[in-house]
């Protein structure tokens, strides 16, 4: 009699959780379709072939659309009316002539776009210099590095040993710069409170960066030194915090320690006790 | 040392603290092949002690303003002396607690110590357990970072699929409709003065209801491992010739603690990022929505539970179901037998929760 009572809880357990599997698996619905909330000229342009759906696939890959800048943030237009996205009443700029352009990304870029202008390649501009595009790139913009100065891009216009010379000297600081961002999302991510050093690389990075359109290679060396400088101070500090992290484990290899030999302790007056 | 044995009788004649050591402590008897699983009890009463000290001195610095609570928190972070610690001791602790209060009961469920008399225990260890998830829920938005007022944000609104009254509780909890200034004033009266009277107050039922009844016998080692209560009367499980709660026991208490104490040890100051993701560095933005807020651990499993539903509302239904049943086990199981391998279909059905469980919460991480 037990015994079938026994039987019988158990039975009502193991139904109970079955049920509990069997409402459980269920086919995954749509619940993690993400619906992107896209723009019509993206609906629009997106679907169609050829020279008109290029534009869509490369934006896609650009840092524009990683930061939600889409057509109309640099065309104009109005995203939301599939019938005048086009209509110059709207703001629709189109696609600029080759002389305004920099003007046209300088809209949003304007130190950049000052930094060019003043630059060999600026006042070469409507006498076949490079304008932003020849560079950067339309659609498909991706973060600047210094990559973009290389043997293929810049031997189209002109001889590459400048360019090479400017780069090399470029280079180092670059690499100091990218390291250093690192470290510092890194302790971020740690709980560190890295507010000053990272308005500290951000002046430095972009004082940096505007000398990435200058082509006077003695004011580059003179000044890629002199942020260097700025550089390894933000890197000293990174280093105190490094310091004061090993300094940390190695209480805490202290601490862990400690409470294994206390553990054994216990554990052996417990023995001589039994 | 004559001054030391006055005042000892002194206070003996007064209180008979030798009737109380003796009654208590040396001649508190338990069961011979009693096991280190009966520590995990004690191992939670000091996670527990952790958490009240470091979250009073949390609350020396700790501001509960959502215009300061995040620079309140960096600061204990990065300018309070010891302040990394405390705080890190306090987040991770909640981790440990839930973690320790699960491995409890997950013991508690295998040796059959739930069973009659002993139902008012799980009971109350039920409770617990449900309030600890609260408090570590409330304590999630205090630091008012990215990941708790988003996570939150989640939580709070699966509440709204109850039908009728779903709203109105999102919006008493919210203190609006939106999380905001009011929801960090309400969790953090919730997390520092309500839910820990309430825990303190279960803790001691919890333990009452130990005193009274008496220690579970573990059903391994012996012939006999049904349950030998009758239900005629109450009667205190004795254990006659067993060991001595003090010193023996206590010193396997002690052990135990030490042991959890180096594991807590090593992730407060070896890992502790793996209890933090990047969002909970980035101050709370109610404008920008992060591409993948997860959820603490151990809701892991209750958060991919609900995306497995169409209808939240359902996705609730089922983890209710599955927690009252939890909750009322003892009074499902009536069976006599106490050990697990003599309880095929409990084990297998266990077995099967667990593998659920974590199959559940790994689907959640990953999804």
Redesign the interface.
């Known amino acids: 009699m037990k015994l079938e009572r026994q039987a019988m809880n158990n039975l009502i357990t193991c139904i109970s959780l079955a049920f509990l599997v069997a409402c459980i698996i269920k086919p995954v619905a749509a619940a993690d379709v993400s619906v992107r909330d896209e723009n019509v000229c993206i609906r629009c342009h997106g679907a169609q072939p050829g020279r008109l759906g290029e534009p869509v696939k490369l934006w896609r890959e650009s840092i524009h659309a990683a930061n939600n800048v889409a057509c109309n943030g640099c065309h104009g237009g109005d995203p939301q009316d599939a019938v005048n996205a086009m209509s110059p009443a709207r703001g629709f700029l189109g696609a600029p002539e080759e002389t305004a352009i920099p003007a046209f990304c300088g809209r949003c870029h304007v130190g950049v776009a000052k930094d060019y202008l003043s630059s060999a390649h600026g006042r070469a501009l409507g006498k076949g210099g490079p304008t932003c595009v020849t560079c950067h790139g339309n659609h498909l913009v991706v973060k600047a590095t210094l990559d973009i100065i290389n043997e293929k891009r810049c031997s189209a216009c002109h001889d590459y040993g400048r360019a090479r010379t400017i780069k090399d000297a470029m280079q180092q600081t670059e690499g100091l710069i990218v390291s250093i961002g690192g470290r510092i999302d890194s302790f971020k991510g740690e709980g560190v409170d890295t507010d000053r050093l990272d308005k500290g690389l951000f002046s430095v990075r972009n004082r940096f960066h505007t000398l990435f359109h200058n082509v006077d290679v003695g004011m580059v060396k003179q000044e890629s030194a002199r942020i260097n400088t700025e550089l390894n101070s933000i890197a000293g500090s990174l280093d105190k915090i490094d310091e004061q992290r090993k300094k940390r484990k190695l209480a805490g290899a202290a601490v862990v320690g400690g409470a294994l030999l206390a553990a054994l302790v216990f554990y052996l007056l417990r023995k001589s006790y039994d | 040392m004559i001054f030391v044995k006055r005042i000892y009788e002194w206070i003996e004649v007064r209180l008979g603290v030798k009737e109380l050591v003796e009654k208590n402590l040396t001649g508190y008897l338990l069961p011979r092949n009693i096991n280190f699983w009966y520590s995990m009890g004690s191992i939670i009463l000091f996670i527990f002690a952790v958490q009240v000290v470091t979250g009073m001195l949390l609350l020396v610095y700790y501001v509960p303003d959502a215009d300061k609570a995040y620079s309140s928190v960096?600061?204990i972070?990065?300018?309070v002396p010891f302040g990394?610690l405390i705080r890190t001791c306090h987040a991770i602790g909640s981790s440990m607690m839930v973690l320790f209060l699960l491995l409890h009961m997950l013991s508690v469920m295998f040796m059959g110590s739930y069973k009659r008399p002993r139902e008012l225990n799980w009971l109350s260890g039920f409770i617990l357990f449900s309030l600890v998830q609260v408090i570590c829920l409330t304590g999630y938005l205090l630091p008012w970072s990215q990941l708790s007022f988003w996570a939150t944000t989640v939580a709070t609104n699966s509440i709204g699929a109850i039908p009728l009254v779903g709203q109105f509780i999102v919006e008493f909890l919210r203190g609006g409709k939106l999380v905001g200034p009011p929801t960090l004033g309400r969790f953090f009266t919730l997390h520092v003065a309500v839910i820990p009277v309430l825990i303190a107050s279960v803790v001691g039922v919890h333990l009452f209801l130990l005193e009274r009844i008496g220690v579970s016998k573990p059903p391994f080692g012996l012939d006999n491992t049904k349950n030998r209560w009758q239900g005629d009367a109450f009667r205190y499980d004795e254990h006659t010739g067993g060991?001595p709660f003090f010193?023996?026991y206590i010193?396997?208490d002690?052990?135990s603690i030490?042991?959890y104490?180096?594991l807590f040890?090593?992730v407060?100051?070896?890992c502790?990022?793996i209890f933090?993701p990047?969002d909970?560095?980035i101050q709370a933005n109610p404008f920008q929505t992060p591409a993948h807020i997860k959820p603490e651990w151990y809701f892991l499993a209750n958060y991919q539970?609900l995306?497995?539903?169409?209808n939240e509302f359902i996705g609730l239904s089922?983890q209710g179901?599955?927690m009252t049943?939890l909750a009322l086990l003892p009074f499902?199981?009536?069976?006599?037998?106490k050990h697990p391998l003599k309880?095929?279909?409990?084990m297998?059905?266990a077995i099967?929760?667990i593998l659920?469980y974590i199959g559940?919460s790994i689907w959640g991480h990953y999804?």
């Open positions: 960096t600061a972070m990065n300018r990394w060991i010193p023996n010193l396997q002690m052990t030490a042991i104490f180096s040890a090593a407060v100051f070896f502790p990022g933090f990047d909970a560095f539970t995306k497995l539903f169409p089922i179901a599955a049943f499902i199981d009536w069976g006599n037998e309880r095929p279909l409990f297998v059905c099967g929760g659920l559940l999804s």
